[in-house]
DNA sequence: TCTGGGGTCCTAGGACCC
DNA sequence: TCTGGGGTCCTAGGACCC
């Protein structure tokens, strides 16, 4: 059996934790640079606050409703769910870490010997008081019918105090033909569309397609889908925790023309890619820069461009990253645009110590020496702290962050007191 | 004025190999 | 008349997820 243990409206859970006076109150957490909404307590929901709102958009009902408004905390969001994370693993050492407040965990031969309500019920409590975050946990013979019965135990937390064990066939028909197939894992907008011209309107019509019609139009991920919904397991648990590709990319404040302004900030984006490689002790093979103009400014001239340069070793030298960065910077930058985004990702990971060894071209050996002093300066004295002569080293360019909470858990000068 | 960021997987088609 | 067969690797683009 699987479990998927989903941490309730996360992001604003964690603001909860730590400031008790938002309880019951309505709370909406905002995207980067504080222009969307990324995620809603219940009762913001109620106020009919959609996913993806842009604040700008919203400011007067955030007001007349009095629902407090965050920009996004990162560091608090990241250490709560590590937290999190770590008690779950408690549980069960077959555990995936599906996303920052999502865990698939597997319970091998359980069914029979263990009665999984309880051990959910256990799960919660040790989190909820390990953590103050609540959480909802659907267990099931397949990943995707456990993210059918954790939305039943969410939907219906009166009912199942955010439990729910699908686990006869009783039980599977009546949850697929009560949920709609826009809600099911895997049928995004597309598919949702197509699917509801032919008629399927429910988990359970899609179960009733043939598999080749499936295979045909949704490939081989919607056909493993319709097994898993049919109770046959076809995912599998993906402990693995090592990225594929590494990206940093973001919109600027402004809309910026200029040439200079556009390479410091890519070769900043460069040599954060370098960091989060070097966290994870990999080396990239590919590097791609792409940068575009404001998609909403409808009268503005549009360009946007993205460019894949090879490494001609594995890399990740922040030195030899923001090289490659800045010459497809060089060869995809348009004089005359009015740029507001750009970015750098990194591809073809590999693992730092077996790389492959070129003939000719090598890695400067100092590099890497040089990299690991920069990056344990960075972390004892404060980010940044070392820059790199490319990046602007008089202007600290910072996201809009107009309603950030503290780091309640990750930073001695910011943890909560009490009076 | 203001509209996020970071991921995964799959397929088709081209270039290339023997 | 008939012009092979079996591969690999790479990339762009599309779909999806949180």
New binding site residues.
Partial sequence: MFALVDCNNFYASCERVFNPKLNNQPVAIL???D??V?ARSNEAKALGIPM?A????YQKIFERNHIHVFSSNYALYGDMSARVMNLLSEFTPDMEI?????AFLQFVGYETHFDLQKIGEQMKQRVEKGTGIPISIGFAPTKALA?VANRIAKKFAQQTNGIYVLQTEKQRFKALKWLKIND?????????IRLQKHNINTAFDFTQLPDDWVRKHM???GLRLKKELEGKPSLSL?EVAN?????????F???YEDYQYIKERISTFAI?CGE?MRKQNSCCQ?ISVFLKT?K??HNAAQYGKSI?I?TPYPTNSSIDLVKYAIQGFDKIYKKGYQY??A?V?VM?LIPEENRQLALFNQENPKHSGLMKQIDAINKSLGNQKIKFACQDLKRTWK?RQEHLSQRYTTNINEIISVL
């Fill in positions: 995207s980067n640079n222009g969307c990324i993806g842009p604040a700008f958009k599906y996303s920052i407040d999502e993210k099911v894992w895997g049928i995004g907008r597309q598919h949702a490939t081989v991920v993906e990225k594929k590709a590494i990206a940093t990319t973001r919109s404040d402004t809309q954060s989060k590919v404001n909403f400014q894949t090879k507001k985004k970015g990702i073809g996201m």
